[in-house]
């Protein structure tokens, strides 16, 4: 038995130090362009509700971690390649996703998606020509509901897409699209609320089973102490809270 102890407790500190030589500094992987989530301020650093959430974590998590950013459309397959150690981009969790990566714990609850518009303007949501970034749970909502997708690498693509004619109206996270409808005097949230996702949450190697357990050991010790909830509130007002 007490062989058996001491090679548990060998394999356990190999373990932890194959982690720790591995992970020296967590790169975190975010893309700068979805305020509130994520952007780049004045400056020039990565700011928003994740850059908060992600150094909150990292300091729970006792982990020196570090900020990349990095283009949507490639931002899994530089994950899967090593370019850093997670995403934490308003991705949300979907069944799709988690064939290739692994996802922590959530830290949002399935927030709405909405449509916007130019201002007085009625889409047609079954037929009509719809803008989405690309990648995202919106831009596969529409092209399996028989309207037109047009697909775009960056959000402010596609809100441009409706100015210029290009889209009859842009379905994106409402917490993004709502700032917009309010700060401009020709487009408006149009249309129901679409509930799409299961919650956004860190997106891991498969293989970082130890890092994917420390950050979602520290998502769920904000949710306990009601911090996560004060995070929510304070950058993304009238989501759903824990």
Not at 126 to 153: C, K, M, N, P, R
Request: proline share 4%.
């Amino acid at each position: 038995m007490k062989k058996i102890l001491i090679g548990t407790a060998a394999l356990v500190l190999s373990t932890s130090l194959a982690f720790a030589a591995s992970h020296s500094v967590v790169r975190l992987g975010t893309e700068g362009a979805y305020p509130p989530y994520n952007f780049i301020n004045d400056a020039g650093e990565v700011d928003g509700f994740e850059r908060e959430l992600g150094d909150e974590l990292c300091a729970r998590a006792e982990l020196t971690c570090e900020w990349v950013t990095n283009d949507w459309d490639s931002i899994i397959p530089n994950l899967v390649s090593g370019n850093y150690d997670a995403i934490i981009a308003g991705m949300s969790i979907t069944d799709e996703r988690d064939e290739v990566i692994d996802f922590t714990s959530n830290y949002t609850q399935p927030d709405p998606s909405a449509y916007l518009a130019l201002e007085g303007a009625a889409p047609d949501y079954a037929g009509g020509v719809f803008a989405a970034q690309a990648g995202t749970i919106q831009a596969s909502y529409i092209a399996s509901s028989g309207a037109t997708l047009v697909e775009f690498a960056t959000p402010d693509e596609t809100v441009a897409a409706v100015r210029n004619g290009e889209a009859d109206a842009v379905l994106a996270d409402k917490a993004y699209l709502l700032p917009i409808a309010e700060e401009s005097g020709d487009l408006a949230i149009v249309g129901d609320d679409v509930l799409i996702g299961g919650g956004i949450g860190l997106g891991i190697r498969e293989s970082d089973t130890e890092l994917k357990a420390k950050f979602s050991g520290a998502i769920d010790s904000m949710k306990a102490d009601g911090s996560l909830n004060a995070l929510i509130e304070k950058w993304l007002p009238g989501s759903a809270t824990f």
